[in-house]
């Protein structure tokens, strides 16, 4: 598609960068110190620029239509025949992430002014705040690899600074500290990856590399090891920053930042930028059917993976980070079976729905006094009637209820899974259980917070109340979304009683993110895509009833099922993943630390040196005085020994 | 031009005699600011389309040697002279100290003589008079450290001494070798820069060992990789930057590390292009584990000074990776690392100055929770440590990143170990800040400075009882040094965020040089 100059990525991009400037500079200066900002003041300088943002995006997305928006206001760097513009780019696949992280990022500044109105440190809360949305929205807008790493590395950083938001807390601060150094393990896959392209394309820019793709795939003239390798180490990258086995194991416990954050950066956007990535470089990944194969075992065994951890944990936000992984598993399972429309597809419900189970338990904890066990909740849907019925909308679509929004992107990822030709069995059987699994958990966490017994302490109960209008206007618009989003999406199959209703999304997402054919076969004979619908819609509505209706007055497998304990018992601790990587890679890492340090080089290196030295002392005594700490005979010994040296010299030299 | 630059501090030094010890500090960040605007009025007047050197004076200095007084400025000095000019009212500002220091004009002498032996080594265009200005940077360091240094200052001082002095005579006595072989082959005895580089170097591939390039070629880089530091040549460091002064910490760490890079870019590489390449793989081997290796140590400290230090080690050492890479990219990265280096770590160090004057300690396990006190102390913290960390938007990156990405089109196993220092760094430098700025306050409450704890305000519901924990107020960052920090800091973000507004003026010096080495 054509691109054309355009002002509005450079403005959409520079107005969260204002509310950062506001928040963390002006504002501060004005008043003369940090922590003076009143709440009022500080979210109206980050919601306002970031609302401004969503309507420009708005306007951006009218236009996408017929051309793309581009703008290179100036070149980064230049080096030889190595030139990295500072290029922005809306597209289709980039307008879409745009509206999601304005639109939903301004809903959750909204909540946020309420949920934290009594915060002290509010002026950096939304700073920081200001500073994700600007790197994400560069991370999506950027039209080079390394500004693509700019946003990339930027969110982590903001992800480290609110995680430890409440920082005097050790273990808040080392949910930070966990969070960046596990993503940076992530980065140099991503680094690498990016490297390698360079070595084979000479460009970073994301057109070139495209166009690059495509002449590859037609020509077949590429290098396939590299190509795979290259991909491998980009998803290396994705399993950092969106929490994919082996390296999602700081995404549960980045949950001790401030609840809001969770929806927006560890649930709606941020985390969901390894899917970004794939789909940007759909052209390269289709290259590389190892690769594919990888990434779709990968996020299949994640989902299914940190599904079974939900089913055990108490802490309610800690079954929406689990639910989290588990759903960033199936959209890498979409990308790994090249179904890169429906992974963007899945990233756009999810960011609805997720949001607004984040936003909801953040009105229960809120309600609750900062209670966060569930097993200490039970009955609320009595006093929190609006978090009620919106969690329970947002419940519904994560499970996949026909015709709530996760139904639709989660049906096309098990079908894909199983029908295209990239398409393996085994992950689509595991799509499947973990799709039931997901029903099971949410349903298990309605009910432990809204239902069966009240559970909740006298002094808590006393002060329950429903959250304000600032808090429950978002949950209301991302109830919306999460019901009716869907509708973007609808499967051919269904399409057909709804007026030929098309694939919007997929329509819209083509230019930039081809869908892949279905084998005629299947289109030929829908009853397969029948079956799966059907089915994946009774075990959605099946498993959600007895999650809710099991766990009414239980509230853990065991009390079910008492065989169950011994399990129930390793995934509430997570498989102990966290201990392991302590004892197998923390532990020895900081011992060798402490060797090199103490060892290799005092002993070791310095005591060679020290060795040389006392040795050469031994051999003139009268140089001892240097030992002595007498300042001045040190310096005449200096001055003479140069003076030595140098006459010495001048005497050869002449010779 | 050139020699008013190297010699204001120096004149200015010698005027200390008519000032009086109460305002010499404030003469000095005078002196520094006037060298400041010197610096500015050549960065300006530099033609950045020409690679050759600039502003040029020669003068005859020892004729029977063929020895000049000669300087000169292109695009790969030029940023390094600009680093030292900008570094200087910074180092100043960031290390006011509360009360004067003992002796207080020799110390400034020090400091003033340190900034024309630096220029001098970056300026200077004749081989000899390099030496000199080389061997001149050791005097006011040595002083430094020996007399304003911490307990074990003598031990420090001598070892830094002793291990530069041996590098640098045996790059003396090479100095005099390449003089010898100019006069059999050019006629006349000549150290200029400009006419050595016409000797033809015999460099015998079968038999490296012996000939007279790679001898040459060892003499000189010998010198400068113990100057760099480059492992195993490295333990001087740790030693004199925690004995140093702050402001000795703030130069050693942001410019004098770099005269050994600079010497290994402005000499080694240029005039012994083939020893370079022999031994290419033995130094970037060393950059490479130096870049791990330090970092590791860094890891390990409880000394906050020290891991600092142990960051340089590992820091510098993507600079020798790069530098011996023979890539257009990583040897741009590499000069580019020098200045972004310079920055980061100069900030670092004023900072556990900071922290050594309100709170007499540099034991990391001794802080804590200081950003509830010093929030300004804890913004800059954070933002030098993300320029050490290399993160985009940060100077840091631009070097780190180009010299990854130069060194990987030479060699992927290579770049990819290298890489590893990027998450280890994470390591080290985010402990650091935690350990200083986050968590609950391990700081010990002493009689003579005003201290007030109190229990912990966060009034997050759950939290708080039980243990209590202890924030204590200390002051937060001085208008000096928040001038010092901010100055930096806006290095940081402009060069992170337009690289090309500061490094573009070295691209043509830079691109020659590379063609030189027939790099790719």
Known sequence: MEATYSQLPLFILLLPLMGFILNGLIIPLLLKGFGRTSVGAAAAASTLPLALAFILALVAFGELESHSLLIEPYQWLSIGTLKINFSLKIDRLSGLLTLIITGIGTLIHLFSASYLATEKGIGRYYAYLSLFCFSMLLLVLGNELPLLFFGWEGVGLCSYLLIGFWYTETEKANAGKKAFITNRVGDLGFLIGAFLLYKMVGSFNFDVLTAKFAEWGSSGNYDSYLVTATCLALFVGATGKSAQIPLFVWLPDAMSGPTPVSALI???????????????????????????????????????????????????????????????????????????????????????????????????????????????????????????????????????????SGFFSKDEILYSAIALPGGHAPVFIIGVLTAALTAIYTGRMMSLTFYGKERLDHHTKEHLHESPGLMLLPLYVLAGLAAIGGFFGVPHLLGNFLHHMPHHLSQWLGPVVPARELPLMAIKLPIHEAVVMAGSSVLAIVCFTLGVVLFKNKQTVTQLMSGFAPLEKILANKYYIDEIYEAAILKPLASFAKICSDVVDRLGIDGAVNGVGNGARRVGQRLKAIQDGDVQTAALWMVVGTALAVAGILILARI | MLSLIVFLPTIAALLLFFIPSSVARKYAFGVSIASFLLALNLWFSFDTTSAAMQFSEVIPWIPTLGIHYALGVDGIALPLVALAAFIAPIAWLGTWPQEAVQKEKFFVACALLLQTGMYGTFLATDLFLFYFFWEIVLIPMFFLIGIWGGQNRIYATVKFFIYTMIGS???????????????????????????????????????????????????????????????????????????????????????????????????????????????????????????????????????????????????????????????????????????????????????????????????????????????????????????????????????????????????????????LGVIFGAVYSLKAYQKVMLGPSNVEVHGHWHAHAHSDAHDDHGHGHGEETFAVVTHDMTAKEILAMSLLTVFVFVVGFFPETFFGASKVSLEALATALGAK
Request: with cysteine; aromatic share 12%; hydrophobic share 55%.
């Open chain 1, 266 to 404: 560890h649930a709606a956007t941020m985390v969901t930028a390894g899917v970004y990535m794939i789909a940007r470089l759909n052209g390269l990944f289709d290259l590389a059917p190892d690769a594919l194969t990888v990434i779709a075992y990968i996020g299949a065994f994640t989902a299914l993976f940190a599904g079974t951890i939900a089913i055990a944990q108490k802490d309610i936000k800690k079954v929406l980070a689990y639910s989290t992984v588990s759903q960033l598993g199936f959209m890498f399972m979409a990308c790994g079976v090249g179904a890169y429309q429906t992974a963007v597809f899945h990233l756009m419900t999810h960011a609805f729905f997720k949001a607004l189970l984040f936003l909801g338990s953040g009105s229960v904890i809120h309600a609750c006094h900062h209670e966060q066990d569930m097993t200490k909740m039970g009955g609320l849907k009595k006093y929190l009637p609006h978090t009620h019925f919106t969690m329970l909308i947002g419940s519904l679509a994560i499970s996949g209820i026909p015709f709530f």
């Open chain 2, 169 to 419: 005579l045996l790059m003396l006595v090479a100095i005099f070798w390449l003089a010898g072989m100019a006069k059999e082959q050019l006629g006349t005895t000549t150290t200029l820069m400009s006419d050595l580089a016409k000797l033809s170097l015999p460099f015998n591939a079968a038999n490296p060992w012996m000939s007279p390039q790679a001898l040459l070629f060892m003499a000189f880089t010998l010198a400068f990789v113990i100057k760099v530091p480059m492992i195993p040549f490295h333990t001087w460091l740790p030693d004199a930057h925690v004995q140093a002064p702050t402001l000795g910490s703030v130069f050693l760490a942001a410019v004098l590390l770099k005269m050994g890079t600079y010497g290994i870019i402005r000499i080694s590489l240029p005039f012994f292009p083939e020893a370079s390449l022999w031994a290419a793989p033995v130094l970037q081997a060393l950059g490479c584990v130096g870049i791990l290796y330090g970092a590791f140590c860094a890891m390990a400290q409880d000394d906050f000074k020290k891991l600092v230090a142990y960051s340089s080690v590992s820091h510098m050492g993507y600079i020798v990776v790069g530098l011996f890479s023979f890539n257009t990219i990583a040897i741009s990265g590499s000069l580019y690392q020098m200045v972004n280096h310079g920055i980061a770590s100069a900030g670092l160090f004023i900072v556990v100055g900071m922290l050594y004057e309100r709170l007499h300690t540099r034991d990391l396990n001794k802080f804590g929770q200081l950003a509830k006190s010093t929030p300004m102390m804890a913004v800059a913290f954070m933002i030098m440590t993300l320029s050490s960390v290399a993160l985009p938007g940060t100077n840091g990156f631009v070097g780190e990143f180009t010299i990854l990405l130069g060194t990987f089109q030479q060699s992927i196993v290579l770049a990819g170990l290298c890489g």
